[in-house]
């Protein structure tokens, strides 16, 4: 089983930046790659980056492009992912998941490990 433990939400005003963490634990030689997802109130879990731990290759969603990254730190098994740029429409509780099979997918039942999330809020 993979632990994760996400840290760094928090209040921000409309176009500032937040730094979000996601620590990983356990038996993480499974994990094969780190998904960011958010879930706004009344709204369905959405996809936001993901990056596989081997190579670094990263995927955004559309809405985040340009303005979020998404990066790792294998020795420490973390990943990161930088906010800027951020809009009142970001605001959302944020979830990191692991994934154990091959490939960066959007969809959140692909993942298989989650943290309990951090909450963001953007004000405008």
């Known amino acids: 089983q993979v632990h994760m433990v996400e840290s760094g939400g928090g209040l921000v005003q409309a176009g500032g930046s937040l730094r979000l963490s996601c620590a990983a634990s356990?038996?993480?030689?499974?994990?094969?790659?780190i998904g960011w997802f958010r879930q706004a109130p009344g709204k369905e879990r959405e996809f936001v980056a993901a990056i596989a731990w081997s190579g670094g290759t990263t995927y955004y969603a559309d809405s985040v492009k340009g303005r979020f990254t998404i990066s790792s730190d294998n020795a420490k098994n973390t990943v990161t992912l930088q906010m800027n740029s951020l809009a009142p429409e970001d605001t959302a509780i944020y979830y990191c998941a692991s994934k154990n099979r091959a490939g960066l997918v959007t969809t959140p039942t692909r993942y298989d490990y989650w943290g309990q999330g951090t909450q963001v809020t953007v004000s405008a």
């Open positions: 356990g038996r993480t030689v499974s994990s094969v790659a």
